[in-house]
Every structure is written in C-alpha cells, then in structure tokens.
C-alpha cells in the first residue's frame, strides 16, 4: 500500500514567519515529489516539484527532499495570510506515468 | 502555459440521470489525463487513468460502469457518472500532463450535486 502521510494541523504562523510542512511516503521507489497548494473550494495548484536529494528554491518557497529518509517538506518565507490554504503533498511512485499519490494535506493559517 | 479547463464548474442533477464533465488542455496535448473526486475534508482520491486512445484504468473499488471516461484526443478527456444518486455528489477534478513530464495541471473542478 503506497502511503503519503501529512499532518493534517491547523498549522497556524504569524504572518512574516517561515511556515515548515512536512510529508512522509512509504515507496522507496518514489521518484517525482509535488507541492500543491488548495484553497477552500478550489482544484489544487501546483506550488513546485523536485526529483533529487537536497533543497529546490522558488522565490519564498523551498522544497527539501531526503530520499533516505523519505521525507519531503515544503519551507514558506515571509508568510502571508494569503498562503492560508490546504497544502498537499504528492508523490509519483510508478515510473514517470504521471499517476499521483496524495497526503490529506496540512492546513496553514497565516495570521496577520 | 499548462492551462487545463474543466466544465461545468457546477451542476446540479436528479437521482438516476447521467452527467457529463469535460476536461480540456488548452495549450498543450495531454498524454495522460487522471480524474478525481474529493468529499468535504479529504484529500483527493484518484479514480481513474486516461490515456489517448485506449481505455482507462480504474483504481480499485471504483465502478468502470459507473464513471465512463473517454479520452479520444490529446486535448479532451470526458467524465460521465451514470445514473447518479446522492452518494455521487462530490467535487470532481481532472489533471493532464504532457508526455515525459511528471507534473500535472489541474482543471478548475466540477462541483456535483445529485439531488
């Protein structure tokens, strides 16, 4: 059983802070790692991706990624209470099909 | 670029007929297109797989017969729930990507509300 694992929060930061996310998968076979973002009512965005061990930076967002220990976060600068929203982890297991696992998403409040 | 479009954004529906959602790339071909569904506070659930021209793969547990899905082209993948009840209603989303990408776009979703 593949299995994306994320603390569902609220996770709940002062605006201008950094917001930590973090995601778990079970498959060491996982190759591709997404960060979408969802707001309330909405379909998901993607935030970024990344492939390879170590950080991919974004302007205020950093993806890291540790295949060792099969751990990959997401690192907001400078939050906002617009990046208030339902992050989603996903994990590509299958190759390069395409084919999606997701966590049930932490929810980040930015307070003013 | 990536821009997948999905209609309707809304529809309401009586128990037992059929409704259709359409998913469009619009500035590029999509190799593969997968739909979820997703209930208040949950996380999306894949449902199904798409690939241009040959028929789709259903995760387990969801009725082929039920969800109809056609992708006859590289722009356009559609979703057909068969005689709809209440338990259908939910929040449909259908993502694309392109050949020898991982990422995928999502559409904007259809929101179902079988009553």
């Known amino acids: 059983q593949k299995e994306v694992e994320q603390n569902s929060g609220p996770l709940s930061v002062p605006e201008g802070a950094i917001a930590s996310l973090n995601c778990t998968y079970s498959?060491?076979?996982?190759?591709?790692f997404f960060w979408y973002r969802q707001y309330s009512g909405k379909s998901p965005e993607l935030i970024m991706f990344?492939?390879?061990?170590g950080d991919k930076e974004d302007g205020r967002f950093t993806a890291q990624l540790n295949k060792a220990s099969q751990y990959v976060s997401l690192l907001i600068r400078d939050s906002q209470p617009s990046d208030s929203a339902t992050y989603l982890c996903?994990?590509?297991?299958?190759?390069?099909?395409?084919?999606?696992?997701f966590g049930q998403g932490t929810t980040l409040q930015v307070k003013p | 670029g990536a821009v997948v479009s999905q209609h309707p954004s809304w529809v309401i529906c009586k128990s037992g007929t059929s409704v259709k959602i359409e998913c469009r790339s619009l500035?590029?071909?999509?190799?593969?297109m997968f739909w979820y569904r997703q209930f208040p506070k949950q996380s999306l659930m894949l449902m199904a797989t798409?690939?241009?021209?040959?028929?789709?793969?259903?995760e387990q547990g969801v009725e082929k017969d039920k969800f109809l899905i056609n992708h006859a082209s590289l722009t356009l993948s559609t979703l057909t729930v068969t005689s709809a009840h209440p338990e259908d209603s939910s929040f449909y989303i259908c993502?694309?990507?392109?050949?020898?990408?991982?990422?995928?776009?999502f559409g904007q979703g259809t929101r179902l509300t079988v009553v």
């Open positions: 993502s694309a990507r392109r050949q020898s990408r991982a990422e995928a776009f």
């Open positions: 798409s690939n241009e021209g040959s028929k789709a793969t259903y």
């Open positions: 996903a994990v590509n297991w299958f190759g390069n099909t395409g084919k999606l696992i």
């Open positions: 498959d060491r076979g996982s190759q591709s």
């Open positions: 500035d590029f071909q999509a190799t593969t």
């Open positions: 990344i492939y390879s061990n």
